[in-house]
């Protein structure tokens, strides 16, 4: 399945090997056409690759994989990650987890079972975060567990100026801890929490293009600025990072894939009912090829 000719506006230049389609003005591309199965050519392995790194998601829907082959697919983009926090989501493949509410013997199988997420890039607590999460559904529930992806190319590129300039040359510290950090501001970072200090404005390692890179979920505060200023500043950046413009809400079917760029957009997830099923396979990228 390749060479098909492109003819969405969301299609890179370099992507005239695969067919897009934008999903919404300013992030996400929907590719089509394309059985992740297949033995898939390094030229058609690039244009995706240029599609996800220019519109900070894909979407690649109607698959049937096995841990197996995502994990050969996602290996396509980089080395996978191993699993950070031990849970019961592990599965007998490294690299891959599962980040669901169904429980097996009692037990849950997944990591974040439940409930609505704030918005959050992953990994953004460590020196390295992984460049890219793939997410593949299985089971989703009638209603409500969507994920809503924040393009952070367009949240900079349309930053008031002077919001621009308090930021400029800032760090920010984030932290992996979503009780006491960004959620219970004021609360001092627990000892021996994951936390780092990244910039707030990161130039991604593929395309030089500047993101925003700090969130609502785990940022704490802008590194040397006085603690009530940084709750108000950051206050009113998250509110600009989250604005309608700039978001995509996926609605899951099973058999969607999804990659996405953790150094270009945030995600955050809405509450769906913990007593339907949940069930989806994570692979992460942590650095590409
Ligand atoms: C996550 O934040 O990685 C989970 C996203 C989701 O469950 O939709």
Not at 122 to 139: F, R
Not at 220 to 249: C, N, P
Not at 263 to 288: G, I, W, Y
Request: net charge negative; hydrophobic share 40%; proline share 4%.
């Amino acid at each position: 399945m390749e060479a098909i000719q492109g003819s969405g506006p969301a299609q890179a230049s370099r992507a005239t090997i695969i067919q897009t389609r934008p999903l919404a003005p300013r992030i996400g591309a929907e590719i089509l056409g394309l059985d992740l199965r297949d033995d898939l050519s390094a030229q058609v392995l690039e244009a995706i690759r240029d599609t996800w790194h220019r519109n900070g998601v894909i979407l690649i829907r109607g698959q049937s994989l096995d841990e197996a082959a995502q994990v050969k697919f996602a290996q396509r983009f980089g080395d996978l990650g191993k699993v950070l926090h031990a849970h019961e989501g592990r599965s007998s493949l490294p690299g891959v987890m599962y980040i669901s509410n169904v429980r097996e013997n009692g037990k849950l199988i997944g990591a974040l079972p439940d409930g609505e997420m704030y918005f959050h890039s992953d990994q953004c607590y460590i020196e390295t975060p992984s460049v890219g999460t793939m997410l593949y559904a299985m089971e989703v529930p009638s209603k409500g567990g969507d994920t809503i992806f924040a393009s952070m190319f367009a949240a900079y590129d349309e930053l008031p100026d002077d919001l621009k300039s308090k930021i400029e040359g800032c760090k920010a510290l984030n932290v992996y801890d979503y009780q006491n950090a960004a959620t219970v501001r004021g609360s001092e970072v627990k000892a021996g929490v994951p936390s780092f200090a990244h910039p707030m404005v990161k130039a991604h390692s593929a395309t030089g293009r500047k993101a925003l890179y700090f969130n609502r979920l785990m940022t704490d505060h802008i590194v040397g600025m006085d603690k009530s200023e940084s709750d108000a500043l950051l206050e009113r950046l998250f509110d600009h990072q989250e604005q309608e413009r700039f978001l995509y809400r996926h609605v899951w079917k099973p058999g969607d894939l999804l990659l996405w760029d953790n150094r270009s957009t945030l995600h955050a997830r809405s509450d769906f009912d913990a007593s339907e099923r949940r069930k989806m396979r994570r692979t992460v990228v942590v650095r590409e090829h």
